[in-house]
């Protein structure tokens, strides 16, 4: 399952040689509105996202800064449709080693959809680094990013001595993780302020992944249970990179689904796909399937998104829970079998 995983990421983030340096619209999605419908979306704005796809596709600083004030004219023209009551506009780029491919993704809350924001009121405060450990996770991070794109980083998952482990298998990454271990028992207090009070979501986020070094996992998971109403979708989103990771390394860890599904309907597409990711390695697994059944029709709509971490990751879970092997476009088929997954009636 993890090999699963890291190919998605790999999809979303690596660019083989062979790769164009051109990108193509492949597609615009909506997520999800009965007041900005797709193909009304699509007709007023995608001759407007193929020229900022062409503008990103110059590679210069001045294009780039061109691009990014028309995506962000177009996300305020979507946010200011009647009944709606947040837009946030996403384009991400997928690479193979003959195509690059860019996505539109309208992210759009409705109005009469507000519950799906309900999260705790962001916090205002600026709290210290306890004891230069967030620093200590940039660098950790940015070294890591380096190996990689040089080559250097370890293929086989290193043995990491927390619950998320990001990278590791170099005297200088392995250095890092010590670090992290003793920063999580002797600051664990002081790291729990940051995720608290803090006003930068970056800063709550890496405050979290310090805490994934903490020794009991039931702890762990229990930090990342209460970061998924974090206001901040980055918070939200490493709550569900370290269960993820929990999932696939320490099965005798819980996770607490009752705060996971509700991310499926994220309202950031960045989320819903990391929420997904993390319910691949728990879908053939017992005690998990029949909450996750619950969230069939969830997970049937967002395989109609065109974005490929949705559409496939989506595919990937209702084929491992359902396992049926109907093709992703018989919509037919699977929306009555999510129907009966949700009312307990699947086999």
């Not at 800064?65 to 997928?94: C, D, F, M, N, W």
């Not at 370890?154 to 993780?177: K, N, Q, S």
Request: aromatic share 6%; proline share 5%.
């Amino acid at each position: 399952m993890r090999s699963l995983l890291l190919v998605a990421a790999a999809l979303a983030w690596a660019l083989p040689a062979r790769a164009q340096s051109t990108a193509t619209l492949r597609a615009i999605d909506v997520y999800r509105s009965s007041r900005l419908p797709v193909d009304a979306v699509r007709q007023r704005f995608a001759d407007r996202l193929r020229d900022v796809v062409s503008m990103r596709n110059v590679h210069r600083k001045s294009m780039d800064e061109k691009a990014e004030a028309l995506r962000l004219q177009i996300e305020a023209e979507a946010a200011a449709t009647p009944g709606v009551a947040s837009v946030e506009l996403h384009l991400s780029e997928y690479f193979t080693s003959v195509d690059h491919a860019m996505y539109a993704v309208f992210d759009v809350v409705d109005e009469a959809d507000g519950a799906r924001r309900a999260f705790i009121k962001a916090p205002k405060r600026r709290v210290p680094d306890p004891a230069g450990l967030l620093a200590a996770w940039k660098t950790f991070v940015e070294t890591g990013e380096a190996l990689s794109r040089r080559g250097q980083m370890p293929i086989d998952r290193p043995a990491c001595p927390g619950f998320y482990c990001l990278w590791g298998g170099t005297p200088e990454l392995d250095a890092a993780h010590q670090t992290f271990l003793q920063g999580a028992s002797k600051q664990a207090d002081e790291l729990r302020k940051v995720i608290a009070f803090d006003a930068d979501g970056e800063k709550r986020a890496e405050a979290l992944f310090v805490l994934s070094y903490t020794r009991a996992g039931e702890k762990v998971s229990r930090f990342c249970r209460d970061a998924l109403s974090d206001s901040d979708a980055r918070v939200r989103g490493a709550a569900l990179q370290i269960l993820a990771d929990i999932a696939n390394n320490h099965r005798d860890v819980d996770i607490d689904l009752d705060a996971v599904l509700p991310r499926l309907d994220d309202p950031s597409s960045a989320v819903r796909g990391k929420a997904m990711g993390l319910l691949v390695p728990l879908a053939e697994r017992p005690a998990y399937r029949k909450k996750m059944l619950s969230a069939a029709p969830r997970l049937v709509y967002l395989m109609r998104m065109e974005q490929p971490e949705s559409r496939d990751l989506s595919f990937t879970v209702v084929g491992l829970l359902s396992k049926k092997s109907w093709e992703r476009a018989n919509s037919a088929l699977w929306n009555d079998w999510a129907a009966r997954a949700a009312a307990g009636q699947a086999e």
